[in-house]
């Protein structure tokens, strides 16, 4: 209308389907940043939860390896190799050997035995990996002769860790039965009032 109310009006439309485009563009943004940040971050906890599972059998066979006249060297290398064997043969692919391997490979490449290790933890980026690095770091600088008996009070920690993890999975499953009869309980006694009332 050209006038409402004896009062003249001027309007003019405005177009904000760019406007309207660009805010949507950018919301997009957000969102893929945000659920691509979300997902790299379950792979990277995903990745250190599974070496987590491998280090026990990892510790074992550098230990095994030691105890059999092994250098160190030497026993990460058998390591390294019989997994890359295995690895050719169609065997799965685990994070914790693969990173293992690279340590190898960088020894093989001129990089110095000691900085491999080093790097092998901080790739790990897992605590138990980043300990067992600084043994074997510590065993090349300063030739410790106590690596075999760190690496056995590191399995007997490790086995007890192990047994608390397990002590408390099965506190909570049996926690589990009483929490819901309680929530149960609880209900009843919410509900309870309610129904009452109803029948007045």
Not at 81 to 106: M, N
Request: net charge positive; aromatic share 8%; charged share 30%.
């Amino acid at each position: 209308p050209e006038s409402i109310d004896g009062k003249k009006v001027s309007w003019r439309q405005r177009n904000l389907t760019e406007l309207q485009l660009l805010l949507g563009t950018l919301v997009t943004i957000v969102a893929v940043f945000f659920f691509k940040d979300r997902d790299i971050h379950e792979l990277v906890e995903k990745k250190k939860q599974e070496e987590k599972r491998k280090y026990p059998e990892i510790l074992q066979k550098i230990t095994l390896y030691l105890e059999a006249g092994l250098t160190v060297r030497a026993a990460v290398n058998k390591i390294a190799e019989d997994y890359e064997q295995k690895r050719k043969k169609g065997a799965k692919e685990h994070a914790a050997y693969e990173e293992l391997l690279i340590a190898v490979r960088e020894i093989r490449m001129g990089v110095s035995e000691g900085a491999a290790y080093e790097k092998f933890g901080k790739r790990t980026g897992v605590r138990e990996y980043i300990r067992l690095s600084t043994f074997l770091t510590q065993n090349v600088k300063k030739g410790s002769t106590m690596l075999l008996q760190q690496l056995h009070e590191e399995a007997k920690e490790e086995m007890r860790m192990r047994n608390a993890r397990k002590l408390c999975e099965e506190a909570s499953t049996k926690l589990l039965l009483p929490m819901i009869m309680l929530l149960l309980v609880v209900m009843i006694l919410i509900m309870f009032p309610a129904f009452s009332n109803v029948g007045v």
